[in-house]
C-alpha cells in the first residue's frame, strides 16, 4: 500500500507508532499529485512549500499531543473557502486573483486540529453547478473515467479524495454540491445540518442553504473531519450552539432497533434501472443487519426542483452583488462611468451560469414577481421540511439513491440547463429542509461508474446517519475500490 492511499485514521495510527512521518506521507501525496493531475485536475491551487514545512514541524514536535486528533494529516479544501495567505478563486474569473486576508473558521479548526492544508480544491464557479464544467479553469474529471464529469460543485475535491491526490478533503453543499460528487467519484459525502459548521469565510452562494462538511475515503475519516470542524462560532450567528457528539464513538453501535424509511417518490421513472439495483441492494444489506424499513411518502418531493432553483438564485443575485470592481476582484478599466465600470467588471469576471442565476434571481425577487415566485417558493420549502419532520414520526432515517443517473460524460449537459438543474432532484430536499445527508459508495454501473447511497436524518442527527453509513460501509467493499487511473 502506498501512503497516499492512506484514510485519515490509518495514517493517525502510522504517525503514532512512527512508522510514517508527516514529511513521508506529505511528499508521497504530492509525488501522486504531480503523477495524476495532469488527467484529473483537481486542485486549483498547491500549496507544497508551505505544507512541507508544516509537515517537517509535525515530525519535530511529534504526535502525542490529544487536543491534536487530526496531527501531520494532509487534506485539501474547496476553493470557496477561505484560506489566509492562499489564492481563493471561487473557481471564478472574477476573483482569479483573491488572497483572503484570513481563514474561515472551518479552516481555522482544521489547522487547530492538526491538518496540514495541501491546497484549494475546483469547482463551479461560486458553486453553481452539478458537473465542474461551470469553472472558469477548466473542468476537473472524473477519476474512473476521465471522458466524464466528477460531479459538482464540489468536484475537484471529491475527485481529490477518489484518486488519492489528498487523505481527505472539505466541500461545500448548497443543495447537494457534496453528496452528489461524493457519489460520482466514489467516496464519501457528507452535508451537515444546516448550522452544526460555521459558514464564517465560506464565501456565500444562498446562505440559507449553504453548508460545509466534509469528503472523504469512508465513514469512519468523516467522523474525524465533522468532530474537527462542527460547532457553534461566534463569528456566524446561523451556526447553533449546540453539543458536538463524540461522532467516532458513535459508530460502532448496531443496527438494532433502527428503523429506516424509503421515500417513494426517489425511486419514480428517470431513475437510472443500474443506480435502482445498487440502491436496493443498499437497503436488503441494512435489512440484514437488523434495520427495519418501511415505505414512506414525502409528497412535496416533486416541487424541490422547482422552489430550490428559485430560492437560491435570489440569493446568490444579492450576495454576489459584493463584486463590483471596487470592493473586490477583477476591475475593467476602460469604463468611462461608473455603471460602465460596473457593467464591464461583471459582463468579464462572470461566466455564463452566474449570470443566468443572477438574473434568474433578481427576476423573483422583482415587485410584481416576488409573491409569484420567490413567496410561493419559501411556502413550498415550508411543506417539503413538513414532510421530512412528519416522516421522521415513522422511521428514524431515509434511505435514497444520491442521484438519478451515474456521472454522465462531459459536455452532455452543459448546454441544457434544465437538464443539469433535474440532476439535483434527490439531493435539494435535504438542503431545503436543512436536515443532515450522507452518500456513500453502494455499487457500481456495468461501465464501471460509481453509484452512491444517501442517507438523510433528522436535524442535528449526524451521528445517526454517520452510524447506519458506517454499518452498511463495513459490509461491503465498495470504498475499497480504487480507480484505474495508473493503466
Ligand atoms: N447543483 C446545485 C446548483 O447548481 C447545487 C450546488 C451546490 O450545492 N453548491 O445550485
Redesign the pocket.
Known sequence: MQLYELTIHELRKLLDTGETTAVEVTESIYNRIKKVEPKVAAYLSLAEERAMEEAHGWDKQGFGDRTKPLAGVPLAVKDVICTRGIRTSCGSKILANFVPPYDATVVLRLKEAGCILLGKTNM?EF????SNENSAFGPTRNPWNVKYIPG??SGGSAAAVAADECIGAVG???????R?PASHCGVVGFKPTYGRVSRYGLVA?ASSLDQIGPITKDVRDAALLLQAIAGYDQNDSTSVPRDVPNYAQNLLEGLKGVTFGIPREYFIEGLDPEVERAVQNGIRTLEGLGAKSVEVTLPHTEYGVAA?YII?PAEASSNLARYDGVKYGHRNREGKTLMEMYRRSRSQGFGAEVKRRIMLGTYVLSAGYYDAYYKKALQVRTLIRRDFLKVFEQCQVLVAPVAPTAAFPLGEKVNDPLQM?LS?VF?LPA?LAGIPGISIPCGFTSAGLPIGLQIMAPHFEEGLALRVAYNLEQNTDFHHHRPPLDS
Open positions: 463551479d458553486a453553481m453547478g452539478s459538482g460543485s461545500s453543499d448548497t443543495g447537494g454540491s457534496i452528489q452562494f430550490y437560491a438543474y439535483d439531493t438542503s
